[in-house]
């Protein structure tokens, strides 16, 4: 459960907000938030950090460019869980280069400051990665397509192809392998097949 605390500035946040649409809006981040597999004091905590709408973005790029909706600036992310993104209906999930998630201190995934997404083990030997390095990368986007993408501005750079699959969740997890699982089925659409390296 979210500290009384946390809900009380909340309130104060969303009160505080230029319009009812803007406070609705925090409202609903609010409890997107609630709803990822970090730790219980990590969640509460993060609800409250990304309250403030200049960390996220919303991205209406055209017709050849997702919805995007996401983190506006990096994050660092810590948890003995798995981390579950699922794309709400019209909008991808994005990430900035410089986000980094550790995993209960075996693996960590980082979307790296120069473009790569690469995963370390507790050695802190890298066993997979996108070779995005110096391209200019811009975007990590899990998309509501299904499609795991990294995009330099409006140019994708690498996909996990496997978009045509609306609804499919990434999962970055515990044993070290980052998946993307179909909707309706436990069914791994694609996955770095680093378990346990």
Same mark, same amino acid.
């Given at each position: 459960?979210?500290?009384?605390e946390?809900?009380?500035?909340?309130?104060?946040?969303f009160?505080?907000?230029?319009? =009812? =649409?803007?406070?609705?809006f925090?409202?609903l981040?609010?409890a997107?938030l609630?709803c990822?597999?970090?730790?219980?004091?990590a969640?509460?905590?993060?609800?409250?950090?990304?309250?403030?709408?200049? !960390?996220w973005w919303?991205?209406?790029?055209?017709p050849?460019?997702?919805?995007?909706f996401?983190?506006?600036?990096?994050?660092?992310?810590?948890?003995c869980?798995?981390?579950?993104?699922?794309?709400?209906p019209?909008?991808?999930?994005v990430f900035?280069?410089g =986000?980094?998630?550790?995993l209960?201190?075996?693996?960590t995934?980082?979307?790296?400051?120069d473009?790569?997404?690469?995963i370390y083990?507790?050695?802190?030997?890298?066993?997979?990665n996108?070779?995005t390095n110096?391209?200019?990368?811009t975007?990590?986007a899990m998309?509501?397509d299904?499609?795991?993408?990294?995009?330099?501005d409006?140019?994708p750079?690498?996909?996990?192809?496997?978009?045509?699959?609306p609804g499919?969740?990434?999962?970055?997890q515990?044993?070290?392998n980052v998946?993307?699982?179909?909707?309706d089925s436990?069914l791994?659409?694609?996955?770095t !097949? =680093?378990?346990?390296k």
């Amino acid at each position: 459960m979210i500290d009384s605390e946390v809900l009380r500035r909340a309130c104060r946040k969303f009160s505080s907000g230029p319009s =009812t =649409t803007m406070a609705v809006f925090r409202l609903l981040v609010l409890a997107s938030l609630m709803c990822m597999t970090f730790s219980p004091a990590a969640r509460a905590q993060a609800a409250f950090d990304f309250l403030d709408f200049s !960390h996220w973005w919303l991205n209406d790029g055209g017709p050849d460019f997702a919805k995007f909706f996401g983190f506006y600036k990096p994050f660092r992310a810590k948890s003995c869980d798995n981390f579950v993104y699922k794309p709400q209906p019209g909008h991808s999930l994005v990430f900035s280069p410089g =986000t980094i998630w550790h995993l209960c201190e075996q693996y960590t995934v980082a979307f790296q400051t120069d473009g790569n997404l690469v995963i370390y083990n507790k050695k802190r030997e890298a066993i997979w990665n996108t070779h995005t390095n110096n391209k200019n990368a811009t975007a990590l986007a899990m998309q509501e397509d299904g499609n795991l993408v990294i995009y330099s501005d409006k140019a994708p750079i690498w996909s996990s192809k496997t978009d045509g699959h609306p609804g499919a969740f990434l999962a970055i997890q515990l044993d070290g392998n980052v998946v993307i699982y179909n909707k309706d089925s436990p069914l791994a659409l694609w996955s770095t !097949h =680093t378990d346990r390296k």
